[in-house]
Antibody
Framework: AQLVESGGGLVQPGRSLRLSCAAS????????IHWVRQAPGKGLEWVSG????????GYADSVKGRFTISRDNARHLLFLQMDSLTTEDTALYYC????????????????WGRGTLVTVSS | DVQMTQSPSTLSASVGDSVSITCRAS??????LAWYQQKPGKAPKLLIY???TLESGVPSRFSGSESGTKFTLTISGLQPDDFATYYC??????????FGQGTKLEIK
């Protein structure tokens, strides 16, 4: 499995950014996909996950109401729309393949992208 | 949410040593626990899942165990390539998923 993130960059607080993840090497619409982030020098935080068909999704409390995850199975793409960004959202964002169809189903993470860096600063 | 308390935060050891890293869950999670290794500038690498199942290709010097809500990663006979940061992750059916704070394994 290959996962390649893009869309990161420097953005001012309160603005928006959309991350993308291009997937290959596996049957994309068989799996839930997740975003996991890592602030500079800090640990790992699960951000969001989405079911294989896009019908179900979940979010960490820290981003609920501000971030929206979506997917395009025809193009093997995953997205993360990030609105009302704060400095606390500064992190490397990883696209991660789950190990089942549903994001709620006991996911450990075998396949990771290399990440895309989001920096929120004025 | 299930909280994962990982210890120690830093561990100094020498090549050939055996070391253990512990994670405690704030509630019962059965054996829904994974361990990852992360090196600087790299994505985490899955080492162990279901608390004690070794991921394919991971050396047998890595092992995992559980006792109630306490989980242990043991590395027997440290190799130079093992000096990295290690994280645990609980994946009980969507709680949501949470990670330990990480343990940095340093060369003594």
């Amino acid at each position: 499995a290959q996962l390649v993130e893009s869309g990161g960059g420097l953005v001012q607080p309160g603005r928006s950014l959309r991350l993308s993840c291009a997937a290959s090497g596996f049957i994309f619409d068989d799996y839930a996909i997740h975003w996991v982030r890592q602030a500079p020098g800090k640990g790992l935080e699960w951000v969001s996950g989405i079911d294989w068909n896009g019908d179900g999704s979940g979010y960490a409390d820290s981003v609920k109401g501000r971030f929206t995850i979506s997917r395009d199975n025809a193009r093997h793409l995953l997205f993360l729309q990030m609105d009302s960004l704060t400095t606390e959202d500064t992190a490397l964002y990883y696209c991660v393949k789950g190990n089942s169809n549903y994001y709620e189903s006991s996911a450990y993470f075998r396949d990771w992208g290399r990440g895309t860096l989001v920096t929120v600063s004025s | 949410d299930v909280q994962m308390t990982q210890s120690p935060s830093t561990l100094s050891a020498s090549v050939g040593d055996s070391v253990s890293i512990t994670c405690r869950a704030s509630q019962y999670i059965s054996n829904w626990l994974a361990w990852y290794q992360q090196k600087p500038g790299k994505a985490p690498k899955l080492l162990i899942y279901r608390a004690s199942t070794l991921e394919s290709g991971v050396p047998s010097r890595f092992s995992g165990s559980e006792s109630g809500t306490k989980f242990t990663l043991t590395i027997s006979g440290l190799q130079p390539d093992d000096f990295a940061t290690y994280y645990c992750q609980q994946y009980k059916n969507y709680s949501p998923y949470t990670f330990g704070q990480g343990t940095k394994l340093e060369i003594k």
